[in-house]
């Protein structure tokens, strides 16, 4: 068994789906008997992750002696032997750890599709970079095609944290929120342009005009140019702000929405509602097509038509029993989406490379 992994984070705070990951997959590890730390730059991280019972270690992760070293004498009290990056700048601490250690092998994650610059290609190319940990083949086709040898790139999808699979109440979920029950449709994700949180918005505007309790749910992380985007559709919507109880959210929503236009891998979103039997409509995305196929488990629309997916919202509410059968359905696509089963993907990854 791999034993002295740390799950690397060069970020303050575990808002984004991608440090969610690399902080379950830390605790996944060490329920399987793994020696493992998460690393990052503090912020919230500290207190998520010993929620979780896994231990946390603050390194800065700044361009400066101090910090360089700070990081190369944890690697070596700790007796790291695998670093797995989860950003960038961890994947630039990872590469010089092993370049001193030798022993070290390391990672690097790649959660979204977004094509790197130049000035980072390299840190995936050098051989110190012993495989590249894809969550999806999208995203490992990218590799393929732009420099990167197919066997040195592992395609492991995230996982559900196991509070998914034991969902609240309705009721409860709704209290929890401070909402009152309405038709809810859901888009879960900071306030980003190629969220679609607009998209959505502007989809919704005809479809109130047939349903009166209709009311758009937005949850993540508010920013201020979205924000002013939207504001001509502020009656429409209610934002709850970053939420830790997404499963409350993912319940309280009769619909889940991923309007993303780019950048996505594989959104967590997507598997968190599938799981609480919620049913979801996304964007024609790749990545949003390795987990929904039109009509069984979900609906897909074209990026950016919001007239599709105006029809689709309407479908969805005139017709319960499709709700209930791509929820069901959905429900069912989840459940191989386990916290162990990727844990142990990825240690015979660690151990094979």
């Known amino acids: 068994m791999v034993s002295g992994i740390a799950q690397v984070i060069s970020r303050s705070g575990c808002s984004s789906g991608g440090?969610?990951?690399?902080?379950?997959?830390?605790?996944?590890?060490?329920?399987?008997?793994?020696?493992?730390?998460?690393?990052?730059?503090?912020?919230?991280?500290?207190?998520?992750?010993?929620?979780?019972?896994?231990?946390?270690?603050?390194?800065?992760?700044?361009?400066?002696?101090?910090?360089?070293m700070s990081f190369l004498r944890f690697v070596r009290e700790k007796?790291?032997?695998?670093?797995?990056?989860?950003?960038?700048?961890?994947?630039s601490f990872g590469l010089l750890s092993s370049f001193v250690f030798g022993k070290v092998k390391v990672f690097a994650n790649r959660g979204v599709s977004?094509?790197?610059?130049?000035?980072?290609?390299?840190?995936?190319?050098?051989?110190?970079?012993?495989?590249?940990?894809?969550?999806?083949?999208?995203i490992k086709r990218y590799f393929c095609k732009n420099w990167i040898k197919p066997d040195q790139t592992h395609v492991v999808y995230g996982s559900l944290d196991d509070r998914f699979f034991n969902p609240p109440s309705k009721k409860e979920a709704l209290q929890s929120l401070g909402i009152k029950e309405n038709f809810y449709i859901a888009l879960v994700g900071n306030f980003r342009p190629w969220k679609g949180h607009l998209i959505l918005a502007r989809a919704f505007r005809p479809f109130s005009t047939k349903v009166k309790k209709a009311v758009l749910l937005f949850a993540g992380k508010e920013?201020?140019?979205?924000?002013?985007?939207?504001?001509?559709?502020?009656?429409?919507?209610?934002?709850?702000?970053?939420?830790?109880?997404?499963?409350?959210?993912?319940?309280?929503?009769?619909?889940?929405?991923?309007?993303?236009?780019?950048?996505?891998?594989?959104?967590?979103?997507?598997?968190?509602a599938m799981a609480v039997g919620t049913p979801v409509v996304v964007s024609e995305l790749e990545g949003n097509r390795e987990m929904v196929e039109h009509g069984k488990n979900g609906l897909v629309f074209p990026?950016?038509?919001?007239?599709?997916?105006?029809?689709?919202?309407?479908?969805?509410?005139?017709?319960?029993?499709?709700?209930?059968?791509?929820?069901?359905?959905?429900?069912?696509?989840?459940?191989?989406?386990t916290l162990k089963r990727r844990a142990e993907r990825i240690i015979e990854i660690y151990e094979n490379a």
């Open 19 to 68: 440090s969610i990951q690399a902080l379950l997959l830390a605790k996944g590890l060490k329920e399987l008997g793994c020696k493992v730390f998460f690393v990052s730059r503090g912020g919230d991280c500290k207190r998520r992750a010993e929620s979780l019972s896994v231990e946390h270690v603050l390194q800065p992760m700044r361009w400066n002696f101090k910090d360089i």
């Open 114 to 138: 977004f094509p790197l610059e130049w000035s980072n290609r390299w840190k995936y190319k050098v051989p110190l970079t012993r495989g590249i940990i894809c969550v999806s083949f999208g």
């Open 223 to 272: 920013k201020s140019d979205v924000m002013q985007q939207l504001k001509p559709f502020k009656d429409n919507f209610v934002s709850l702000g970053y939420r830790y109880d997404v499963d409350n959210v993912m319940v309280a929503a009769d619909i889940l929405v991923n309007a993303s236009t780019e950048g996505e891998g594989v959104p967590g979103v997507i598997r968190e």
């Open 303 to 337: 990026v950016g038509d919001e007239e599709v997916l105006c029809g689709y919202l309407l479908f969805l509410y005139k017709n319960c029993k499709w709700r209930k059968k791509l929820g069901v359905n959905g429900a069912k696509f989840a459940k191989r989406f």
């Open 79 to 91: 007796d790291i032997s695998v670093i797995h990056a989860h950003k960038g700048k961890a994947l």
